[in-house]
C-alpha cells in the first residue's frame, strides 16, 4: 500500500515554477505595457500642456514688462515735448514735474535730471544731490545723446545703487538736451520677481551681455545654462517663446523659458526645476508605479497560490493514479493467484489423499500379529500419526484455497450489520478475554440494511477479529471496533493497539500464502480471502498500521446496491 | 467388523489411491471392486451389478456427474456416493439432486466412507424390500 512513496515521482517543482511563469508574464506584461503606452502619452501631453502654460505665463509678463517699459518712456516724451529746455532747466519747475509723476504713476520714477549736450546736468529734481552733475563721459549719455530715446541697462552710475534710466532726446536751439529720468529699480524688480510658480519658479531679466538687470530669487550663473544661447536665437515673432529642458549645474535638470524684451536688448528668463514643474505628473507616476509594484505583487501571489494547489492536485491526482494501478494489479494478481490456488488444491488433494490412504494401510497392517511384537512399533504409530496429521493440514489449506478461489456461492441477502458485528463480538469475547483484551464498539445507529452473503461478510470480521486478537495474544490490548455511514458505504474499522505491521509487510499482507505467523499458525491466506470477499462485494479493504502504536482495518461496503435495487422497484 | 455381504465399486482415475483404498477395505472385509473410469464403470455394472458406487467427480473421460447420470438412468436402485478433491459445494449439491446418496471430501476418512456405504446399501435394502412388498401386495391382488 506504501508503494505509491517509492515510485519515481514527476518533477512538480519544474511544472510548478513553469507554471508560476506563464502565469505572471500572461497577466503582467499586458499591464505593464497598457500602463507604459498611457503613461508615456500622459507625458507628453503633460509636458505639452506645462510648456504651453509657462510660455503664456511668460508671454504674459514679456507684454506687462514691455508695457511697462513703453508707458515710462512715453511719460518721459510727453514731458519733453510739452515743455521746454528752459523751462524744465528750472529745478522747481522739474521738481513740480517730478511730483506730478509720481502722484499719477507711484514712486516708479525716483528722479529727473536735465542735461545738455555737453554732458552737463543743468538741473536735477530727486533724492540724490546730482546737481550740476558731468555725465560726458558716461557711457549711457553717448547713447542718449545719439538715440532720440533709449532705456539704458541696470548700473550704478554716480550715485552707486543699481538702477535704469529713462533718456529723451530734444532740440532747442539747435542744440540737442536731453531730459532723463531714473526708475525705480525695487518697483521694476518687483514686477519680475513678482513671477513665482511652484516652489523653484522665478524669473529674472539680462541684457545681451549677460548682466542681469533684475535680481533673481535663485542664484543664477548668466554665464552656463542655456541662456547666451537664447541671445544669439533669431526670433521670427517678437512674440516667439522659447523653451528647453536642461541639466544646470548643480545637476537639476531645469525648464527654461526666454522671451525678448525691450525689441531684443534685454531677456526675460524663467526657470523651474522640471521635478517641481511636472510635481503633478510625478505624482500620478508614483500613484501607477505603487499600483503595478502591488498589482505585481498581487498577481505574483496569486500565481504562487494558484500553482501551488495546481501542482498539489496534479501530484495528488498522479498519486490516485498510481494508487489505482497497483489496485488494479493486485486485483489481478489476486484473480489469476486465486485460480492458481484452485489448481494447486485438485492437483495436491489427490496426492496428499494417497498419501494419507498408504499411511491408513500402513496402520492397518501394523495391527497384524507379526508387527506386534516389533520394538519400533511405537515410533511407526508416531510417525504414521504425524502423517496423518500433516496430510489434515494439507487437507485444511487446500480447502481454504478453494473457498479463496470459489466463484460464488452464499446468497445474497439482507444484513443488519451492526448486529452481526455485535454476534461476531460476542463469539471472541471468550478468547478476548483469555488475552487479556477489552473490546470496545462504538456503532453507528440506524444503519442502512446491506444486501450481501451474510456469511461472507462474517468470515471477513471473524477474520479481523482474530487477526487482532492474534497480534495482541501476548500483551493484551484494547481492540476498537467501529461502523458509520461515509458516503456510498458503510465503514467498519476493527483496530487494535498491538505490535504493529512492519512497512515492509504491510504492502504484503493481502498477498496470498503471506504470513508473519510461526509456520503452521497460519496459511497466509485470511486476508487474501477477505479482500476477496470485500472486493467481490464492490467496497475496499484497507489497513494502517504503526509498529507499536496498532494496526486498524477500515472495511468499506457499498450501499450503491441498495439503492439500485430500490429504483428498479420504484420503475417496475 | 464382520463381512458385509454388499458390494462396493470403487471409480477413480488414481490407481494408487485406487489400490490402496481397495487393500485396506477389503482388510476390513468389504466386498469392494475398483475400476479406473466413468466408462469402465458403466461397462463393468453392465455383467456385474453393485449395491453401492463410490464415485469421483474429477475424472478424465466421462466426469463423475455424467456418470452418475448414466448409472441412475440404468438402475436407480443403485446408490452412489460422490467423491471429491474439489470443495465446490455446486457439484456436490448437483450431485445429490441428480440422485446421490451422499459425498466425501478427500482425503477421506476410511472409517466414515464404510460408515457411508453400509448406510447407503442399507437405504438400497430399504427401497428393495419397499419394492417387493409393493409387488407381493400386487400380485396378491
Known sequence: MDKSKETKTTDYPAFFRKRIFIIIAVSITPMILVSGIILYQFNRSYHEKVHAHLAELVLKHKQNIDGFLVEKLGNIRVLAKTFSFEELSDESFLRDRLEMLQRGYGPVFVDLGVINSQGLQVAYAGPFKLGKALYSTAGWFETAIKNEYVISDVFLGLRGLPHFIVTVRDNWKGESWIIRATIDFVAFNNLVGNIRVGETGFAFIMNREGELQTKPLFDVMPDKGPYLEFMKTKLKEKDDVQIVERKDAFGNKNIYVAAFLKGGDWLLVYQQRASDAFSDFRRALRVAFAIIILGGLAITSMAYLLSTRMAYRVARMDKERQMMDEQIVETGKLASVGELAAGIAHEINNPVAIMVEEAGWIEDLLEEEDFKEGKNLDEFERALKQIRTQGKRCKDITYKLLSFARKTDSRIQEVHLNDMLEELVAISAQRARYSNVTINTNFQSNLPLLEVSQSELQQVFLNLINNALDAMEKTGGKLEMSSKVEGDYVVVGVADNGPGIAKANLSRIFDPFFTTKQVGKGTGLGLSICYGIIKKMGGEIEVRSTVDVGTTFYVRIPLAKEKEKEEVVATT | ?141
Open chain 2, 1 to 141: 467388523m464382520g463381512v458385509d455381504g454388499f458390494r462396493i465399486l470403487l471409480v477413480d482415475d488414481e490407481v494408487e489411491f485406487l489400490e490402496t483404498l481397495v487393500k485396506r477395505m477389503k482388510k476390513r472385509g468389504m466386498n469392494v471392486s475398483a475400476v479406473k473410469s466413468g466408462e469402465e464403470a458403466l461397462e463393468r455394472l453392465a455383467h456385474d451389478p453393485v449395491d453401492v458406487v463410490v464415485l469421483d467427480v474429477r475424472m478424465p473421460g466421462m466426469d463423475g456427474i455424467q456418470t452418475l447420470r448414466e448409472i441412475k438412468r440404468r438402475d436407480p436402485l443403485i446408490e452412489v456416493i460422490m467423491l471429491t478433491g474439489h470443495a465446490s459445494l455446486e457439484v456436490a449439491v448437483e450431485g445429490m439432486e441428480i440422485g446421490a446418496f451422499d459425498y466425501l471430501m478427500k482425503p477421506i476418512n476410511i472409517d466414515d466412507l464404510i460408515y457411508k456405504a453400509q448406510d447407503a446399501n442399507k437405504k438400497k435394502e430399504i427401497q428393495k424390500e419397499k419394492i417387493r412388498h409393493m409387488e407381493g401386495v400386487e400380485s396378491e391382488e
